[in-house]
């Protein structure tokens, strides 16, 4: 791990240890999302998980999917 890696990582976790406990489950919740939003999984996993959300009817009507957004 580089210096510069490990005085971020000490910084993130300072700012953690600094956190009132009631609030880490929603910080490990923005967190999870944070890096699944900025990683990419591999096309075969995202099809293989889209596939199985479709087989398992977790699916939503084409009309519903322009709710809130706003197109100008």
Do not use: H, N
């Not at 591999?42 to 957004?69: H, K, N, Y």
């Amino acid at each position: 791990m580089s210096t510069a890696t490990k005085i971020c990582r000490d910084k993130v976790l300072a700012e953690i240890d600094a956190l009132p406990e009631e609030y880490l489950p929603f910080l490990l919740q923005m967190m999870r999302a944070f890096r699944e939003s900025v990683t990419l999984k591999p096309a075969e996993e995202s099809f293989r998980q889209g596939w199985c959300e479709a087989q398992s009817g977790m699916t939503s009507p084409v009309e519903d999917l322009w709710d809130d957004i706003d197109a100008q």
